[in-house]
């Protein structure tokens, strides 16, 4: 099957062959072809995943592949409610929280719905009726456009993929359909299963990745204090040192939570420009 693991590669290796157009001549007029790049990250991939970082890699990817300024990833609860997974920086992981607060915004109808909806002018009057408390907290970010896209397998919809932009630029067909494909392979990991039978599998190994993600913003909140840095900064330090080091986020988080590793080890990060 699948997984956001491959996903995440492929997203990775087509980010490199943008940088560098003449690797990898063996496609169609000289570009490497999609069946290409998944042999390309095949060798890389391992049976066994941490979810938070993979989605975490995930919302990063979309920034690079696609033509946005920030991705948010949100799936829903054992009780149905949305809560925030992934972000590619703060303001974006503080708008979705403000989205699942209040119970508005573009993705949190994404997920209700299970259709998309793209292109979205946070300037248009429409959009502050519809959204107000997100809609004037998006415009205060500097994001004046949005797309929402569902994480969805056949009929099941599991959460909402939000992409954001600065400029008032549409995403075209193609720019969407690669959003979706993204979207659609974070879903099929997700669910870690082959047929939805297996529900119970899905909801708690989904439940687990949820109470951990709670684990991670506390020790987001902890290292930024203690540098006096950015979250962002605190969580990118945090992560470099769990992923050379070999560590599940979810295990670490709880290890530096429960008093059980002294974060000075932890390279304070070089705080950003």
């Given at each position: 099957?699948?997984?956001v693991?491959?996903?995440?590669?492929?997203?990775?290796?087509?980010?490199?062959?943008r940088?560098?157009?003449?690797?990898g001549?063996?496609g169609?007029?000289?570009?490497?072809?999609?069946?290409?790049?998944?042999?390309?990250?095949?060798?890389?991939l391992?049976?066994?995943?941490?979810?938070?970082?993979?989605?975490?890699?995930?919302?990063?990817?979309?920034?690079?592949?696609?033509?946005?300024?920030?991705?948010?990833?949100?799936?829903a609860?054992?009780?149905?409610?949305?809560q925030?997974?992934?972000?590619?920086?703060?303001?974006?992981?503080?708008?979705?929280?403000?989205?699942?607060?209040?119970?508005?915004?573009?993705?949190?109808?994404?997920?209700?719905?299970?259709?998309?909806?793209?292109?979205?002018?946070?300037?248009?009057?429409?959009?502050?009726?519809?959204?107000?408390?997100?809609t004037?907290?998006?415009?205060?970010?500097?994001?004046?456009?949005?797309?929402?896209?569902?994480?969805?397998l056949?009929?099941?919809?599991?959460g909402?993929?939000?992409?954001?932009?600065?400029?008032?630029?549409?995403?075209?067909?193609?720019?969407?359909?690669?959003?979706?494909?993204?979207?659609?392979?974070?879903?099929?990991?997700?669910?870690q299963?082959?047929?939805?039978e297996?529900?119970?599998?899905?909801?708690?190994?989904?439940?687990?990745?949820?109470?951990?993600?709670?684990?991670?913003?506390?020790?987001?909140?902890?290292?930024?204090e203690?540098?006096?840095?950015?979250?962002?900064?605190?969580?990118?330090?945090?992560?470099?040192?769990?992923?050379?080091?070999r560590?599940?986020?979810?295990?670490?988080?709880?290890?530096?939570?429960?008093g059980?590793?002294?974060?000075?080890?932890?390279?304070?990060?070089?705080?950003?420009?």
């Amino acid at each position: 099957m699948i997984s956001v693991q491959l996903g995440v590669e492929l997203a990775e290796a087509l980010v490199r062959q943008r940088a560098d157009p003449e690797r990898g001549r063996g496609g169609r007029g000289g570009q490497e072809t999609p069946a290409e790049i998944f042999v390309e990250v095949a060798d890389s991939l391992i049976d066994d995943f941490d979810v938070i970082d993979l989605l975490q890699r995930l919302s990063s990817r979309c920034v690079e592949l696609l033509d946005v300024d920030a991705a948010g990833i949100m799936l829903a609860d054992e009780h149905g409610e949305l809560q925030i997974m992934a972000a590619s920086d703060e303001h974006t992981r503080l708008l979705e929280l403000l989205a699942v607060q209040h119970d508005q915004g573009p993705c949190v109808e994404c997920y209700g719905t299970g259709r998309a909806t793209p292109n979205i002018d946070l300037t248009d009057d429409a959009a502050a009726a519809t959204w107000p408390r997100f809609t004037a907290q998006a415009r205060a970010t500097g994001y004046v456009t949005t797309h929402a896209l569902p994480l969805r397998l056949r009929d099941r919809v599991v959460g909402a993929l939000n992409l954001f932009q600065n400029a008032p630029h549409r995403l075209g067909e193609g720019e969407l359909a690669l959003a979706q494909a993204l979207a659609d392979v974070a879903t099929i990991a997700i669910l870690q299963q082959r047929t939805l039978e297996q529900s119970h599998v899905e909801t708690s190994r989904l439940q687990a990745a949820l109470t951990s993600r709670v684990l991670i913003e506390q020790v987001k909140g902890v290292l930024a204090e203690r540098w006096g840095t950015s979250v962002d900064d605190a969580f990118e330090a945090f992560r470099a040192y769990a992923r050379s080091h070999r560590l599940r986020l979810a295990d670490f988080a709880a290890e530096i939570i429960g008093g059980g590793f002294d974060t000075a080890l932890i390279p304070a990060p070089t705080p950003s420009a």
